[in-house]
């Protein structure tokens, strides 16, 4: 590609305008299916976050006084801005971060979605209650700082801002520095919904800069934060110097339970959907696959055809399944998890290392799974963050669901079974934020969030709501 033809991002929002950020870093983002230099962002710095944490302190005082009624008209604005560039923002994200079309159109769906959701959580909820003699009024927390990972960029962004400001809050969003050509597209939508200036700001830059000046300032009363567990724990420490609320939605290793009645024809290509979710890059993905031993060779062969029905490569080609890592450094690392697998001994039923047959360029994982995974293994215990599936045998219902907990995180759970009391009996007994029994399901409202190290707090519906609010009480005499 010719310089010439490399798009500039050199604007971040601020106050209610593009305006040029003071940092002067410059990175060049690539293109995973072609491995060329598409754009080069300029990356904010701490002053920018300043200004940008000045200015929606400043809209804080009228913004967070303003109706429910008001905020709802917002929301619905903020959602008609979006959905008008649905196409748009749906090319740019297969462009950069090689999300095949059916991913894309579902979180740009999903992001537009998330302002009515909002509006109608808001409608629904009471703000003030009374409790005996004292009115409890449910009151915002002040300015919210949002940082978001690059693996569904405009989702994270939309369903943070909506339910801040739907608390009445007003925000500083640090999306990822990867995402940086939708950040601006989406950008320009929520710019055109005509919210007052200052109520939100969005600082594209590094986490160890933005991320860090956003978690250290004392005019940020809470943090919303989408990523891994190693930078949510640094936020986590960093916030409590302040005693900053934090909601943290972090990594994952979920289990799929398949139970020795489940039908496998069904459950097995469903735990390979689960399994490579958003080419492989889900922190809901179901990695860890539990099957019974009776039915390990059935499994197999399961397995085996279903990997054989999924396409993988160019993104923007509407029947592909799985597309390209986002970048060189996670293609690397997937591939490093592969090897490892090898290493400590489990073996490969499907894929491995390198690229698939076809394709000499881009980021493109084999999906892989691995069976005669032992629990002990890094591939069995680690978010590896790629199409990469580890198929572990039990014995008896009691092994699989140790098997299930025996993880540092809790963020999903699958389970298939023939007999739904069976299915139930089981997910009652795994500790994730949500169990999903014979299928995934969209369930708006549904509480999202993870035990463990998953997580704190949740996302979504009214305990979504209430992760942005603080109880005042004001109790009179008689
Ligand atoms: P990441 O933790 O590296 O980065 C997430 C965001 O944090 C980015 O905007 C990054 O710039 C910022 N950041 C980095 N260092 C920071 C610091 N020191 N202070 C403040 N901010 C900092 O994660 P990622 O690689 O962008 O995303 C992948 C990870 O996100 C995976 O572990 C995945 O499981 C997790 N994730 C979790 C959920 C969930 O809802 N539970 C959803 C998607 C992704």
New binding site residues.
């Given amino acids: 590609m010719s310089p010439t033809s490399i798009k500039q991002i050199d604007q971040i929002y601020i106050n209610g305008e593009f305006v040029t950020p003071h940092g002067s870093e410059m990175m060049d983002l690539i293109n995973p299916v072609t491995e060329q230099v598409v754009s080069q962002v300029r990356l904010a710095d701490e002053i920018d976050t300043q200004r940008a944490i000045a200015a929606a302190k400043a809209a804080y005082a009228t913004f967070s006084k303003t109706s429910k009624a008001q905020r709802i008209q917002y929301l619905q604005q903020l959602h008609d801005a979006v959905l008008a560039r649905a196409n748009e923002l749906e090319t740019v994200m297969i462009t950069e971060y090689g999300g095949p079309v059916w991913m894309a159109h579902g979180t740009v769906a999903c992001a537009s979605d998330s302002f009515l959701q909002t509006i109608k959580i808001l409608q629904e909820y009471d703000f003030v209650r009374q409790i005996g003699r004292a009115n409890v009024v449910m009151e915002p927390l002040g300015v919210v700082g949002l940082?978001?990972?690059?693996?569904?960029n405009y989702g994270?962004i939309c369903n943070k801002m909506a339910t801040a400001l739907a608390a009445g809050s007003t925000v500083v969003i640090?999306?990822?520095?990867?995402s940086a050509a939708q950040t601006q597209l989406l950008t320009e939508c929520l710019h055109d919904a005509g919210l007052p200036p200052g109520v939100f700001n969005i600082v594209t830059?590094?986490?160890?800069v933005?991320?860090?000046e956003?978690?250290r300032h004392p005019d940020i009363a809470k943090i919303s934060?989408?990523?891994?567990?190693?930078?949510?724990k640094?936020?986590a420490r960093?916030a409590v110097e302040t005693m900053k609320r934090v909601t943290?939605?972090?990594?994952?290793k979920s289990p799929n339970v398949i139970l020795d009645d489940a039908d496998l024809a069904t459950a097995i290509p469903l735990a390979l959907t689960i399994g490579t979710l958003n080419n492989g890059?889900?922190?809901?993905a179901g990695t860890r696959l539990l099957v019974p031993e009776s039915r390990f060779e059935e499994v197999k062969q399961q397995l085996k055809k279903a990997v054989l029905q999924v396409k993988v490569g160019d993104p923007a080609q509407s029947d592909t399944q799985i597309g390209p890592l986002v970048t060189a450094k996670?293609y690397a690392r997937v591939q490093g998890y592969i090897r490892q697998g090898i290493a400590e001994g489990a073996e490969l039923l499907c894929g491995g290392e390198g690229r698939p047959e076809g394709l000499s360029s881009g980021y493109f994982v084999r999906p892989t799974v691995f069976v005669n995974v032992m629990p002990d293994m890094s591939i069995a215990r680690e978010?590896i963050?790629g199409p990469v599936i580890s198929v572990l045998t039990y014995k008896t219902v009691e092994d699989a669901i140790a098997m299930a907990n025996d993880t540092v995180y809790g963020?999903h759970a699958y389970v298939s079974s023939a007999d739904r009391e069976k299915a139930r009996a089981v997910a009652s007994q795994i500790v994730a934020g949500r169990v999903f029994i014979n299928g995934m399901y969209d369930e708006p409202g549904v509480p999202?969030?993870?035990f463990k190290q998953?997580?704190i707090g949740r996302?979504f519906g009214t305990y979504g709501l209430e992760a942005y609010l603080e109880p005042k009480a004001t109790i009179e005499n008689e």
């Fill in positions: 940082i978001t990972p690059w693996n569904a994270f640090k999306p990822s520095e990867l830059g590094r986490g160890d933005v991320g860090a956003i978690t934060f989408t990523g891994s567990t190693l930078v949510g640094t936020i960093g943290l939605e972090l990594g994952g890059q889900a922190c809901l996670q978010e963050f963020l999202f969030g993870g998953s997580g996302e």
